[in-house]
Each structure stands twice: as C-alpha cells, then as structure tokens.
C-alpha cells in the first residue's frame, strides 16, 4: 500500500480513538477503516511507536478496547483535544497563504509554541502528512511586509474610533497624499490587507492598500461612524471592490462548460445548461476590473450577454489587446541595401493555455 495512504489511514485511526467516549475495539476500527485487523494493529504499534499514549484496557465482559490518554499535553490547559492540536499543527502550511502579511510573525510565533505542546516522534510522525496535503499561496504585495506600527495604529483606530492622518501612495493619481479619515474596518483579502475608511474630504468610504500607507498618526478627536459596513465587505466583487451588485450574464462554450459548472465563482451564482451543451452562468456582482479580467481569462470561450456595458467594455479590452499582437504579426522590416545590422528574431504565434478561470485581478484601492 502507497506509504501515504498509510498515514492518512493511521491518522484515521487516531481520531477516531479520540473521538470514542469508551475506546474502540481493533474490529470496529477494522470494519469502519475497510482493512484487516492486522492493518490495524500495525497502525496501533506505528502510533504508539510515534510517542502517541494509546493503552488498550478490558472490561468485565473481556473485551478489549483501544483509548488514547486524555492527559497526553501534562496538564496544559489548551481547550483543544490531541487531534485538534496535531490538525492546527498541520495547518501550517495552508496558512503559508497568508504569507508576508503584516500577521506572518505572529502566526510563526504561534505555531513556534505549538510545536513545543507535542514531543519530537509526534511531530515526526505529523510531518510525513504535508507531502500528501499542498496549498498553493495566492498572489500576495511585493515588497516589505506593512509595518507592524502601521497595522497596529489602524486596529487601534477602528477599536477606540479615533481620527487618523495617513500619507497614502495613490495610484489612480499616481502621486503621495495626506488624507484624514476615519478608520472603519480592516480586511484581508487576495494576499493584502486592505482599510476601509470615511473620507470627510470625499464624504464617501474608499479603500485602502495597507502596504501602501507610508505613515500613520491617531489624534485625540474620535467619530462616530456614518455609513455601516458588513462583514463580507468585498462581496459583491469578485475581487477588491466595495460597489454596488449588478446582474451579469456570461455564456461558456461546451469545451469549458465542465469546469464553469464544477466551482462556486461567486455565492450569488446560478447556471442554465444550454442545449447545445455550452452553460450561461449569471451572478450578481460589481462591474469592476476583476470581473472584466475574469471574463477575459477565459479567451475566446467566455460571451458577455448583458448588461450591454459591460459587454461593450469587455469587446474593447479584447480590441486593445489584439493591437498588441498584430504588430508582431507583420513581416519585419528589410534593411536599406548595403547596411547591415544586428541579428533579430521575432516571436513564433501566441498559443493560448487551456483556460483556468484564474483571473489575476488588480487590487482596486478607490483612491
């Protein structure tokens, strides 16, 4: 048997001994597993071999039962069982997501303690796992991580509701601006920690890339806010953006019809299989750039049906980006007789990848 199946199989068994008020028979634990009761006591001997504290006890009735000792962690009060420990042990690398954010310290710091609850042949053991369980970090800022000054000076904004001078990088304007605001909420999303504020300048609430605060200064004067803001503040965008829902429908050639159906893009999401085997799929969602680069990731498979905006939009994004390429499509220019100059090549034709639906969406700051 493959040796990851084995360790999936062995953590299988671990949850479940922990999960049994009263233990679990090598039987039980075979017939729920689907293997032999040989394979299970290897895996009872590979886990206790690894340092975990399974016992078997007996009853009255001579049956014997597998349990594993409460009090593995020596009396540190933690609130989680063993399994939920070795879990949050494991999840490490899924978290490697979050990756040069302001919280990727802390994060390291705690899983640093964590380590230190299990012994070295536990955490061993619980290494072997990772190889079988990837993530993939998403696309995150370049650059120095926001500075935990700056951070901390935005949560204790949002907290105590005070005023806030900041220094901001704008790149619609392309230039440093001082703003006064007044700080509502902060969110991670797309690989960025973001700030929504009021503006009283704007009388409007924009957002912010933290990583492109370049300072930050809390007065004594506090606000009371004026606009609300949920909790999914980005969701009606299917990236950075806090406008408003619109009903969009898109048709998907029958080639790419298979993966549009198979994820959730966006929780408003409906889809209506067509006839001719091809999908429309409608969401109700903000027409923003991360919608148009959605779409326009699909290439040639994906139609705008309406609004007629945005199909209008989308028509010339594929128009401008046609121009680029019909350059290199034209013979190279032949030189004047009797000059002679350095070798060129040009590129061979554009050949389109299988479309993922991956869209790579610009961080919308507002401002």
Known sequence: MPRNQEVIRQWKV????ESSRHGATIDALASDLEVTTRTIRRDLAALQEAGFPL???RDDEGKVS??????VLNGLETGFTLAEMCALYLSRNLLEAVAGTPFQRDLSNAFGR??????????QFLDRLPSV????????????ESSPDTVARLLEATLHLRVATMRYHS????RIKDYEVHPYKLAFAQGGLYLLAYVPEYSAVRTFAVDRIASVSLGKQT???????????FGNSLGVNTGPAERVDIAFERQIAPYVRARVWHASQQTMDEADGSVTLTMNVCHDWALRSWILSWGPFARVLAPPQLAADVSADLQAAAKHYAAADEPPAQPASGTRTAGTSRSGPFTASRPTGAASSRRATGT
């Open 114 to 123: 964590l380590e230190k609850m299990l012994s070295p042949r536990m955490r």
């Open 55 to 57: 016992y078997d006890e």
């Open 133 to 144: 369980l990837a993530a993939k970090p998403g696309p995150r800022a370049r650059g120095d």
């Open 66 to 71: 597998w349990r594993i000792d409460g009090q």
């Open 14 to 17: 671990l949850h479940a001994l």
């Open 171 to 174: 790149v619609s304007s392309a």
């Open 223 to 233: 606000f009371t806010p004026t606009q609300p803001i949920g909790d999914d503040v």
